[in-house]
């Protein structure tokens, strides 16, 4: 079984950047998909961006296309969220998971490994 943890989140001003990292140890993370969902307070987690385990497909919801990067090195175990122009609506607690499947799914419940989740903030 794959453990994640989450790291890289903060406070930050409209506009700015962050970047996330979910690391991972256990089970064999080079043959998992891995993806970022988030979660605003009174709202449902929510897909963010997936990478398969190669590497070779990203998937991304709408609302941060163009300005987010889903990235992964296997060598580091280790994934990567690139946050630029961040608004105020993206705040929320990012939380990165892990599935055995080659296929990247937008469905929380798919995924077997979370991580304890990262906070990100921005204010206005």
């Known amino acids: 079984q794959v453990q994640l943890v989450e790291s890289g989140g903060g406070l930050v001003q409209s506009g700015a950047s962050l970047r996330l990292s979910c690391t991972a140890s256990?089970?064999?993370?080079?043959?998992?998909?891995v993806a970022w969902f988030r979660q605003a307070p009174g709202k449902e987690r929510e897909f963010v961006a997936g990478?398969?385990?190669?590497?070779?497909?990203?998937e991304y919801e709408d609302s941060v296309k163009g300005r987010f990067t889903i990235s992964r090195d296997n060598a580091k175990n280790t994934v990567y969220l690139q946050m630029n122009s961040l608004k105020p609506e993206d705040t929320a607690v990012y939380y990165c998971?892990?599935?055995?499947?080659?296929?990247?799914?937008?469905?929380?419940?798919?995924?077997?490994?979370w991580g304890q989740g990262t906070q990100v903030t921005v204010s206005s």
């Open positions: 256990g089970g064999t993370f080079s043959t998992v998909t």
């Open positions: 998971a892990a599935r055995r499947s080659r296929i990247i799914t937008r469905v929380a419940a798919a995924y077997d490994a």
């Open positions: 990478v398969t385990w190669l590497g070779d497909s990203t």
